[in-house]
């Protein structure tokens, strides 16, 4: 696994915890949620000044 790849991991583990902690999201939605956040934290790396690059 990339360098760039395990540091999304974990900032999208972060993000779904304290999401569920404060009531914005439930477990039923988990799946969901994480494919959509973990997308939006791995095209973070590959954004420049001018935003995400098309890949």
Known sequence: ???EDEI???I???I???FIEV???S???FSDAWDQIHEKV???FSSGP???QEE
Request: no cysteine.
């Open 23 to 25: 009531g914005r999201l």
């Open 16 to 18: 779904i915890v304290k």
């Open 50 to 52: 001018e935003g995400p």
């Open 27 to 29: 477990l039923s939605s």
């Open 1 to 3: 696994m990339r360098r």
């Open 8 to 10: 999304a991991v974990k």
């Open 12 to 14: 999208t583990k972060e």
């Open 42 to 44: 791995r095209r973070s």
